[in-house]
């Protein structure tokens, strides 16, 4: 399933790719001719100096020797005449000319100025003359521009291989590169759509590693991988065929290979599924602390908790190491000695079945076969040492697929482009219950109505369903039971994207993006403008805030804006809901991070940003939501009381209970 879903991915710039394979072959194709060169070169023009000659009239690949002409035979035209055939032979280090045809075959020796070749036919003993270092260049003459033409053309192929090889490794790189970089995006894309819910229960490192580092393992599947699996089977192919050319019976010899090859992969990937499997999840593990370590670092170093930190890396930096050494011994154990053995036994083989052949003298082989058949065995470990060495590279990338579809598999929501016009802002929650598991409800049966243009207050003790009830509304979660409505429309019916379009919200924890303080006001929405985004500011009262500030709203923000006080970040944070101009408002606890004097810059501002605008609070200090037009009291999931400031302090109920310990505590720290 996942080598069927790379392959996907790579059908995309399926172009590109077989571009690279077909220059590939080319290449491999370039370079498995040089064995066929190297043995024309020694068996017909080296060793060929003991073919046929013959006596000719003085011409083109003659060569003269005791005042007469003589040329090869394989050198006479149609029709040409011959002269009389005289031999050439080499005993030793010796080369002799005997002017008479003599069989080749037999044991050779010389004494004398005499030949003896004895064989089955018998011992014959021929007159002989012993040629000179000088008369010897003079046969190998003819043979020199052969070899020389030769050697271009085999030089030519190298060449034509170097050039398809680097084409095909550019266009691997390429077509690889593209691959990775759509599959990034599409994971990056994906991650927007999930659920919040999904990110409650997995740590950002996992996620971030999934991106980048399996994603990054893939790539080595379509560059390395893919070249060498593809290059080494042509190589295989083509020298299972070179050496079937040249010896049937040695290629059928060299096929039991293949059931070895088989097996091997079956138990090697047996382990190495398991075992990156585990490697690759410590990856994660080791990235998600890491992100968690760098993000707590304060709390870390102001509570002493460095050594105990690094223990729990370490741990799992342990297991990580453990893993990558049995990786280690399996590659060490099925690499290069099981490649060695396999090697040493074929030319065991090899040798065996020659051996017996030489004790035939029928099947006496040449030496320029003997060179091609020992270059081609020799060159047949290359790419299986080449397969060998890609397994581990291959499970990686097989494991590292596994995580990155599961990633995508992921059930999301579409990105709608749906428009909506304007919400008037009236929203009704009717008898919503919501439990962030099943069963264990942390809403029950709320009901309550926010009119356009009214400031509703959520106040309540911590885990009392406040901001539970603001993750119903802008659907980052649904309602087990109940509805909410927008101007009477569900809530459910509204695709997320087009329901948040005209809403706003201001967490307690605001984050800033690295950018500039008008890149994260814009969230670099072009339908913001400059003069908008200073505008909000203005409208919060951050320009008072942010004026020391040299470059204003294009002073640099790094990341979560740490150069930032808390006060100004709220600040930011604030002005980019209202930039938006939603419908509907929602201030969770947007306050209470902010010192007094911040505090009061943004209540003289909120009098005028609330006209026309459905505005939630979730209140922390109780003195800011005075004004609002409804205050609800929550408890245990449940609305507990309801009503202006003046009604539920009437009441002297849990509203005035909470009021007066605020107040109390305030008197207590002015005193």
Sequence with gaps: MVGKRLYQYAALYKKIIWAALVMLTIS?????????????????????????????????????????????????????????????????????????????????????????????????????????????????????????????????????????????????????????????????????????????????????????????????????VLANFFSSIINIIGIFIAVFILSPKLSALCLLLVPIMVIWTLVYRKFASKYNHVIRSRVSDINATINESIQGMTVIQAFNREQETVKGFEKLNEEHFHYQNKMLSLNSLTGHNLVNILRNIT?????????????????????????????????????????????????????????????????????????????????????????????????????????QGETVALVGHTGSGKSSIMNLLFRFYDSSKGAITIDGRNVKDIPYQTLREHMGIVLQDPYLFTGTIASNVSLNDPRISAETIEKALRDVGADQVLTHLEKGIDTPVIEKGSTLSSGQRQLISFARALAFNPAILILDEATSSIDTETEAVIQEAMEVLKKGRTTFIIAHRLSTIKNADQILVLDKGEVAEKGSHEELMNLRGRYYQMYQLQQGIQQNRAG
């Design 28 to 224: 491999v194709t370039a370079d498995l001719a040089g064995p066929f060169i190297a043995k024309r070169v020694i068996d017909s023009h080296i060793l060929g100096i003991e073919s046929t000659w013959y006596g000719s009239a003085k011409g083109r690949d003659t060569i003269e020797y005791n005042d007469q002409f003589y040329k090869r035979g394989a050198y006479f035209k149609d029709g040409e005449q011959k002269g009389k055939q005289v031999s050439i032979l080499q005993i030793g280090r010796k080369f002799v000319f005997i002017d008479r045809a003599v069989s080749k075959e037999g044991k050779r020796s010389l004494t004398d100025n005499v030949v003896t070749i004895k064989n089955k036919q018998g011992t014959q003993s021929y007159k002989a003359d012993i040629l000179t270092k000088r008369e010897l260049m003079d046969f190998y003459e003819p043979e020199i521009p052969r070899i020389l033409k030769l050697a271009a053309f085999y030089f030519g192929l190298l060449v034509v291989a170097a050039i398809f090889q680097y084409g095909q490794r550019y266009n691997l790189q390429k077509a690889a590169n593209r691959i990775i970089q759509k599959m990034r995006r599409d994971l990056f894309s994906h991650i927007q759509t999930l659920h919040i819910s999904y990110y409650d229960n997995l740590p950002a490192g996992k996620v971030v590693s999934r991106i980048t580092n399996d994603t990054e393992a893939i790539k080595e599947l379509y560059v390395a």
């Design 347 to 451: 030319f065991v083989a090899f040798i065996w079945y020659f051996g017996k052949e030489s004790l035939n003298l029928n099947s006496v082989i040449s030496l320029g076969m003997l060179y091609a058949l020992v270059d081609y065995i020799n060159r047949l470990f290359h790419p299986i040492s080449g397969i060998v060495n890609q397994f581990a590279n291959l499970e990686q990338a097989l494991v590292a697929g596994e995580r990155v579809f599961q990633l995508l598999d992921e059930k999301g929501t579409l990105v709608s482009d749906e428009k909506i016009t304007r919400y008037k802002g009236n929203v009704e929650f009717n008898n919503v219950s919501f439990g962030y598991k099943e069963g264990e409800y942390v809403l029950k049966d709320i009901s309550f109505k926010a009119s």
